[in-house]
């Protein structure tokens, strides 16, 4: 798999009927390994290691409505309340990150109402802060650490 631009994790892998698969800490199963998930993998240890969420408090993968539409968020960071403090979008290594992106993550965060966002292709990493009064989000270098 192509090398990320997040530090190196420990992961544990199966193959499977000539499918490697890698294991969600978070789904507490092995997942086909596909180039998102790839990515995802990675973001998941990137919030529990190094910004140190817990994991009770992420979610990976999980369906919401927007406008009557089905959609997949990528990953939720709750807060210990239960309201959603980072929504983070993955896509694979091999797709730009573009105002699209950006797009897609900001009208899943009209339902959501998260505090920030995260947008990475595993190389790319762009990080957000919701300005809701103006209605925009504010780049910033670095998503917070957790504070309880």
Same mark, same amino acid.
């Given at each position: 798999?192509?090398? &990320?631009?997040?530090?190196? *994790? ?20 092995? #997942? #086909?390994?596909? /180039? ?7 973001? #998941?240890? =990137? ?5 140190? =969420? /817990?994991? @009770? ?11 009557? &539409?089905?959609?997949? =968020? ?21 797709? /730009? ?10 009208? =899943?965060? &009209?339902?959501?109402? @998260?505090?920030? &966002? ?13 300005? *809701? ?10 998503? /917070? #650490?957790?504070?309880?």
């Amino acid at each position: 798999m192509q090398q &990320l631009n997040f530090p190196k *994790f420990s992961f544990r892998f199966k193959n499977s009927e000539n499918k490697i698969s890698i294991f969600d800490v978070i789904r507490k199963k092995f #997942v #086909v390994l596909q /180039p998102e998930e790839w990515v995802r993998q990675h973001c #998941v240890h =990137y919030l529990i290691h190094e910004k140190k =969420y /817990p994991i @009770a408090l992420i979610n990976v993968e999980k369906e919401l409505k927007i406008n009557n &539409l089905k959609k997949r =968020y990528d990953i939720v960071v709750f807060n210990s309340d239960g309201s959603i403090f980072i929504i983070v979008e993955c896509k694979a290594h091999t797709i /730009p990150i573009a105002q699209s992106t950006f797009d897609q993550i900001a009208q =899943y965060n &009209l339902a959501l109402n @998260a505090s920030y &966002l995260m947008v990475t292709n595993g190389l790319n990493h762009y990080y957000c802060q919701m300005d *809701f009064e103006n209605e925009r989000y504010n780049f910033l270098k670095e998503i /917070p #650490v957790y504070n309880e």
